[in-house]
């Protein structure tokens, strides 16, 4: 079963083009639909991140590197899964795949989670403000990776 022409990607793909339907022309011309969809669902599964976080250092007293590296590895997972089937309907060898986005993922971790989120936490920043501000650099990271290496249309 192709799971990219489920009826939920359908309405997905539906759903990102109206949004980038509604954007003014300039704006329109620069995003792609892909971007919308990228933004959905990342930012989705960043609550997930977020939430599992907060529950392993606050309620559960988990060292903030392996709080973040968890929640990480859960949200990514989704993401990866999400996007692939639903916002770039790719049709591309999940062994392939996965493993670029492996890359793209410990390339991500090293440098925004673990670098720039535990730095800034160890300055005095609250965790939850670390990662909100890594992921706002991660983001843009692995949406580019992902559209033009890990998830690419040839």
Known sequence: ?????????RRFAALTLWLHSLLPDGLARFLPQTFIGFALINSTTFLIDIALLS????????????????SFA????IAFGLNKVLNFRSHG?????????????????????????????HIGTPPEIARVSAGLCEGLYIYLLSRL???RRT
């Open 1 to 9: 079963m192709d799971l990219t022409q489920t009826v939920a990607a």
């Open 55 to 70: 529950l392993s250092v606050r309620v559960l007293g988990v060292p903030y590197a392996l709080a973040v590296s968890g």
């Open 93 to 121: 060898q999940l062994g392939t795949q996965s493993g670029k986005y492996l890359l793209v993922l410990v390339s991500n971790f090293v440098i925004w989670l673990l670098g720039f989120s535990t730095l800034l936490n």
């Open 149 to 151: 290496w890990v998830f």
């Open 74 to 77: 859960v949200a990514a997972g």
